[in-house]
C-alpha cells in the first residue's frame, strides 16, 4: 500500500496512491480533504475552492472517497475505483 502525505492549512491528509492500467501513478484523497478543499458553495466565483493552493491540490487529486474505502487493500480500492472509472483500470 503506497500512500502520500498531501498539506493543508498546516494539516497532513494521507492519501493513496494507486497505478492505472498505463501505469500512471494516481493520487486518491479523502473525502475530508475535498471538504477542506472546496468548504464554499459551487456558486462561489472560485468554484467553491479554500484559496488558490487549495484548486491546485485538487488538480492533483485523481478521485476523492471515504475513509473507508481508502483503507481497503490495494486490489479493493482499486476495484472501487474502477466502478466509476473503467477506462483507468484494467
Avoid at 6 to 13: A, E, K, R
Avoid at 51 to 70: H, S, V
Amino acid at each position: 500500500m503506497k500512500t502520500q502525505e498531501v498539506q493543508f492549512n498546516g494539516i497532513g491528509y494521507t492519501c493513496r496512491v494507486v497505478e492505472s492500467n498505463e501505469g500512471e501513478e494516481l493520487l486518491i484523497g479523502s473525502t475530508e480533504l475535498l471538504d477542506a478543499l472546496q468548504p464554499g458553495s459551487f456558486n462561489d466565483c472560485n468554484e467553491g475552492f479554500a484559496n488558490d493552493e487549495a484548486e491546485r491540490i485538487y488538480d492533483g487529486i485523481f478521485f476523492f472517497t471515504d475513509k473507508k474505502t481508502l483503507r481497503l487493500p490495494d486490489a479493493g480500492l482499486v476495484a472501487e475505483l474502477k466502478k466509476d472509472n473503467p477506462e483507468w483500470f484494467s
